[in-house]
């Protein structure tokens, strides 16, 4: 019932920056938290951050707390991520998802983009 879509992901070097965008399509009968999970190669996927509708309720995960802002822009339907002092373990792909709350817990979430390859050089 609902699309999702990322963009912006690339290759940059460390201490670089970049913007991940993801614009959400189709059918949606509520408010909903939208958000940012990534997998490296070999690894869990792990919870980067998400938002609340409103925006005033915003989690992050421990190893992107200080580096990474998530935003949204409702009219748009979009959520987007600023990345910045990118090290190389942020290396994964990044998947966008749409859910009930802000928890840091997969489950939550019920629509899930492709994902898009974020890769920090040394």
């Known amino acids: 019932q609902v699309t999702l879509v990322e963009s912006g992901g690339g290759l940059v070097q460390a201490g670089g920056s970049l913007r991940l965008s993801c614009a959400a399509s189709?059918?949606?009968?509520?408010?909903?938290?939208m958000g940012w999970f990534r997998q490296a190669p070999g690894k869990e996927r792990e919870f980067v951050t998400a938002?609340?509708?409103?925006?005033?309720?915003?989690t992050y995960g421990d190893s992107v707390k200080g580096r990474f802002t998530i935003s949204r822009d409702n009219a748009k339907n979009t959520v987007y991520l600023q990345m910045n002092s990118l090290k190389p373990e942020d290396t994964a792909v990044y998947y966008c998802v749409v859910g009930r709350d802000t928890r840091a817990y997969a489950a939550t979430y019920d629509y899930w983009g492709q994902g898009t390859q974020v890769t920090v050089s040394s």
């Open positions: 938002i609340s509708w409103s925006g005033t309720v915003r």
């Open positions: 189709g059918r949606t009968f509520s408010t909903y938290a």
